[in-house]
Nanobody, 119 residues
Framework: QVQLVESGGGLVQPGGSLRLSCAASRSIFSGDVMGWYRHAPGKERELVATITNGNNINYADSVKGRFTISRDGVKSTVDLQMNSLKPEDTAVYYC?????????????WGQGTQVTVSS
């Protein structure tokens, strides 16, 4: 079992920046896919960005050029730098770890951190 703890959410004005951090309670394996998802009121949970150990990165079209995901295998952390924030980025952001072990897929989620973009 892996616990994920997010931090860094808050209230920011449009055009501002926030950095989200996620720390895993155990070591991240090289095959793990780490990522960030978000859930806005009235919408489905959506992928924001994912990153593999080989730095294969995937971003949602809506955040490309504004958000940057990074991971630290030694510290077992994954961060999300969010710049040029827009009101539509307002959501609860969740850290995710996806692990395949002996053919079984394990999905771990953090508790979520609120990001509110408003003037």
């Amino acid at each position: 079992q892996v616990q994920l703890v997010e931090s860094g959410g808050g209230l920011v004005q449009p055009g501002g920046s926030l950095r989200l951090s996620c720390a895993a309670s155990r070591s991240i394996f090289s095959g793990d896919v780490m990522g960030w998802y978000r859930h806005a009121p009235g919408k489905e949970r959506e992928l924001v960005a994912t990153i593999t150990n080989g730095n294969n990165i995937n971003y949602a079209d809506s955040v490309k050029g504004r958000f940057t995901i990074s991971r630290d295998g030694v510290k077992s952390t994954v961060d999300l730098q969010m710049n040029s924030l827009k009101p539509e980025d307002t959501a609860v952001y969740y850290c995710n770890l996806r692990r395949t072990l002996f053919g079984t897929l394990y999905n771990y989620w953090g508790q979520g951190t609120q990001v509110t973009v408003s003037s």
